[in-house]
């Protein structure tokens, strides 16, 4: 598959046009940031962890019958996907308290929920990825209330078998972010990525951080942190 023109550059990966229409490159970056693009650094070694890392949980989800936008892995760094147009919420599930849940409401991180909760930001980086109820996004038209109802669905199926996938490997999954986007066809799929930047991820006995907190709050280790996810998952690097 040929890599033409670059077509949009985000914060942590770049696309690319491909011979086919109905289909782009995904190029994952080392650079990592938070709170908003304020702060800038680099976790050496992320983006090829980050793109084999959403592949192998991108085909095993679409296996268990989650549509994605998955194609095929083009090298460490690369995947071909289907082009979507990105629905403009960032789909937020949470297990166990912590980051903004835990600051808004004045709660301990480590509490663990009888149910996981469910919200929507709206991914608009001017306004900072407000917090976004279901009301919103239909006067906003960010979606119809069959998206919404569908991405839902999708949304909770994704968060039990993720689940069940970072047990195996002794890995509690706190919380995720999944973005959803539509193809030519009008077909809901997941896209974007399912990694360490966009999950917390705890070992289940230490408790121990293995995710992109490490980055954000300056802790140390974050190279390390990504690789002991990738080595558990996939048994190598
Ligand atoms: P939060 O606690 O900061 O709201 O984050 C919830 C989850 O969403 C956490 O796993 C990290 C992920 N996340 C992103 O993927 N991108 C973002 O821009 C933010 C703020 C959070």
Same mark, same amino acid.
């Given at each position: 598959?040929?890599?033409?023109?670059?077509?949009?550059?985000?914060?942590?990966?770049?696309?690319?046009? /491909?011979?086919?229409?109905? &289909?782009?490159?995904?190029?994952? $970056?080392?650079?990592?940031?938070? =709170?908003?693009?304020? $702060?800038?650094?680099?976790?050496?070694?992320?983006?090829?962890?980050?793109? %084999?890392? /959403?592949?192998?949980?991108?085909?095993?989800?679409?296996?268990?019958? &989650?549509? /994605?936008?998955?194609?095929?892995?083009?090298?460490?760094?690369?995947?071909?996907? $289907?082009?979507?147009?990105?629905?403009?919420?960032?789909?937020?599930?949470?297990?166990?308290?912590?980051?903004? =849940?835990?600051?808004?409401?004045? &709660?301990? !991180?480590?509490?663990?929920?009888? !149910?996981?909760? =469910?919200? =929507?930001?709206?991914?608009? +980086?001017?306004?900072?990825?407000?917090? *976004?109820?279901?009301?919103?996004?239909?006067?906003?038209?960010?979606?119809?209330?069959? !998206?919404?109802d569908l991405i839902h669905t999708y949304t909770m199926q994704v968060n039990d078998l993720l689940k069940g996938f970072l047990k195996?490997?002794? *890995?509690?999954?706190?919380?995720? $972010?999944?973005?959803?986007?539509?193809?030519?066809?009008?077909?809901?799929?997941?896209?974007?990525?399912?990694?360490?930047?966009?999950?917390?991820?705890?070992?289940?006995?230490?408790?121990?951080?293995? +995710?992109? +907190?490490?980055? %954000?709050? +300056?802790?140390?280790?974050?190279?390390?942190?990504?690789e002991e996810v990738m080595r558990r998952l996939m048994g190598e690097l």
């Amino acid at each position: 598959m040929q890599k033409l023109q670059q077509l949009y550059e985000g914060k942590a990966k770049k696309v690319y046009a /491909t011979e086919d229409p109905n &289909v782009v490159i995904v190029s994952y $970056k080392d650079d990592a940031t938070a =709170f908003n693009g304020q $702060k800038k650094g680099t976790i050496t070694g992320k983006g090829a962890i980050n793109n %084999r890392m /959403t592949n192998n949980l991108m085909r095993r989800l679409e296996a268990a019958g &989650v549509p /994605t936008h998955y194609i095929q892995e083009l090298n460490d760094r690369e995947t071909a996907v $289907k082009k979507v147009s990105i629905i403009p919420l960032e789909v937020i599930v949470r297990n166990i308290s912590a980051g903004s =849940f835990a600051k808004r409401y004045g &709660v301990a !991180e480590g509490i663990v929920f009888d !149910e996981p909760t =469910f919200e =929507f930001s709206y991914k608009n +980086d001017d306004l900072g990825d407000p917090l *976004i109820n279901t009301s919103h996004a239909l006067a906003l038209k960010l979606a119809t209330r069959e !998206e919404i109802d569908l991405i839902h669905t999708y949304t909770m199926q994704v968060n039990d078998l993720l689940k069940g996938f970072l047990k195996e490997i002794g *890995i509690d999954l706190v919380d995720f $972010k999944l973005e959803f986007g539509k193809t030519a066809g009008g077909q809901i799929v997941l896209a974007d990525e399912i990694s360490p930047d966009t999950c917390r991820l705890w070992d289940e006995k230490t408790h121990e951080k293995l +995710d992109k +907190d490490r980055f %954000r709050r +300056d802790m140390g280790g974050a190279e390390e942190a990504y690789e002991e996810v990738m080595r558990r998952l996939m048994g190598e690097l």
